[in-house]
């Protein structure tokens, strides 16, 4: 037995699983011996098999799993990562993902270092470049290591490892039938259909507080295949990866990481930098989580009828950053909710706010006007 494990998921796809299994034999095992499991759900053609018993694997144990009825893609992922019981950890991915030829030096080196610790449900290989909840570019705060914290779980390509797996498995097996929604949860996640086995894992990760380890630079991208998931195929989730073999990387503790975001990927950091009990504040820059808790004190960029403690200026990148430098300006404001005064600012809609996320040289002057108009209209919507 080795003692990590690749496990590739297939359903009806032979083309991309062709495509990601010549991805996964371009990178770099270091000489090690890694077992490949390419999992093939029932889908009534054998073309996936096919192409999977062909596949040649000279870096170890190849084996083909297949199954005599159709399971489902929730099951068939869950079954999945069962699977790790059997190694110290395990890289998954569905058959739209293409991977880095380091990936597996980030892995073997991620598990290594986190393992031991439970807050850690799982490490990341892909990098998101988007909010999903906000439909806004997410870029994060840049530090000195090569991985920061988000407590949102992975389905474009992740490691679980097994004690963890096994944690988040019977934390699952206690759940109901039906999917119980919180404040805490995303409207975006709790939206999935019924099939996605995800909006469990991120729920896990809110209750349990627990997180997932992302790189700075990606270990793999996204096809976006048309499939279970998509109608039709997209390069909206594609992302720059590494391409370079790197052979250290620079890892950190959870706790003395300064780059750590919440499920709905604002900075969980910024209460101790405003001065502010972390359970008091708000931060709600990308204006999904609308104060949902009613936290005294909130930290957006939506005009609100509330005592204004702080202002600053949207114009560094990532958003946050504004806060750590003292950014003059009148973008983001950080409310005293239990002091209610009439916002001066409520018929100020800067130029910069609504073009923040776009090269400006690129905007025209009605591609700006109708920016305006679309966030004025969100603000009086949520009035």
């Not at 279970?228 to 620079?250: D, K």
Request: proline share 4%.
């Amino acid at each position: 037995m080795t003692q990590y494990a690749i496990v590739a998921i297939g359903y009806n796809r032979p083309r991309s699983m062709e495509r990601l299994l010549k991805s996964l034999a371009q990178a770099d095992y270091d000489g090690d011996q890694v077992t490949l499991i390419i999992s093939i759900d029932n889908s009534g053609d054998d073309s996936v098999q096919r192409c999977a018993e062909d596949f040649d694997w000279p870096f170890g144990p190849k084996i083909v799993k297949t199954y005599p009825q159709r399971m489902g893609l929730r099951r068939h992922v869950l079954t999945c990562g069962d699977l790790v019981e059997d190694y110290e950890a395990i890289a998954v991915f569905e058959d739209d993902i293409y991977v880095s030829p380091n990936f597996y030096q980030y892995m073997k080196q991620a598990v290594a270092y986190y393992e031991g610790d439970d807050r850690i449900a799982g490490i990341s290989l892909y990098q998101h470049l988007w909010n999903v909840h906000a439909n806004r570019p997410f870029v994060p705060l840049a530090d000195s290591n090569d991985v920061y914290f988000v407590q949102f779980a992975q389905s474009w390509g992740q490691v679980w490892m097994k004690r963890q797996w096994m944690a988040f498995r019977k934390w699952y097996e206690e759940q109901g039938e039906e999917f119980q929604e919180s404040a805490d949860i995303p409207d975006y996640v709790a939206s999935w259909p019924g099939t996605s086995w995800l909006k469990y894992h991120v729920k896990y990760c809110i209750e349990r507080n627990k997180y997932f380890v992302y790189p700075y630079v990606s270990q793999c991208t996204n096809f976006t295949d048309a499939g279970e998931n998509f109608a039709i195929p997209s390069t909206g989730l594609q992302v720059p990866f590494q391409t370079g073999i790197q052979r250290e990387y620079r890892f950190v503790t959870l706790d003395d990481s300064d780059t750590v975001y919440d499920a709905f990927w604002e900075n969980e950091k910024l209460a101790g930098i405003l001065g502010l009990p972390a359970d008091q504040l708000c931060t709600d820059l990308y204006g999904v989580k609308k104060n949902r808790k009613n936290q005294r004190y909130w930290l957006t960029l939506e005009i609100k009828d509330y005592k204004i403690v702080r202002s600053f200026g949207l114009l560094l990148k990532p958003q946050e950053q504004n806060i750590l430098a003292d950014m003059e300006g009148t973008q983001i404001f950080l409310y005293d909710t239990a002091r209610e005064e009439k916002n001066p600012y409520r018929h100020h809609v800067g130029r910069l706010a609504c073009s923040y996320d776009f090269r400006g040289d690129n905007l025209s002057v009605g591609m700006l006007k109708n920016l305006m108009v679309n966030k004025v209209n969100r603000q009086l919507r949520h009035k």
